[in-house]
């Protein structure tokens, strides 16, 4: 990914340009852009929890009812391969992505993949899990080693 812009630091100061010139995700400048609010959620806790959700019979009065569960959780699409997050991806009809769980089984959630941030329900484990940064990590899963081990993890303490 090359994104090459010019950046007024406000509106006012039409003066002051600043070049912003990020390459292959992983440029010094891109890894300091500060993520306060990742995802619209303050911490992992509040989005995991929101997740728990998605889960089945998780709650005596659920939010979502069985069919809107099952639709939530089919796939929408065929795997391919995204050119920008460099790798193969699949998405629900409601989009989330699919994903493998280190058991083979499937798990649905939001990754943002060149950020670092994650956050995923695994139905047949009734676990709910997320992981936010502060700062991004400017890397693809094929390179995040930290999302990997922390999903290993989790899955070798079950």
């Known amino acids: 990914m090359l994104i090459s812009r010019i950046v007024h630091w406000h509106d006012f100061s039409w003066r002051r340009l600043y070049g912003l010139e990020l390459r292959l995700n992983y440029h010094p400048d891109f890894v300091e852009v500060p993520l306060s609010s990742v995802n619209f959620f303050t911490n992992a806790r509040a989005l995991a929890n929101l997740l728990t959700h998605l889960l089945p019979k998780s709650d005596p009065s659920p939010l979502f009812s069985e069919s809107t569960l099952q639709w939530m959780l089919s796939p929408g699409s065929v ?80």
Do not use: M
């Open 79 to 158: 795997v391919h391969d995204d050119p920008i997050l460099q790798r193969s991806i699949q998405y629900t009809k409601s989009g989330l992505f699919i994903e493998s769980s280190p058991e083979g089984k499937p798990i649905f959630g939001l990754r943002d993949d060149i950020l670092g941030q994650v956050a995923f329900v695994d139905p047949a484990r009734n676990l709910t899990f997320a992981y936010v940064t502060n700062h991004a990590h400017g890397c693809s899963v094929k390179r995040d080693w930290i999302l990997k081990t922390l999903i290993q993890t989790i899955y070798a303490c079950l």
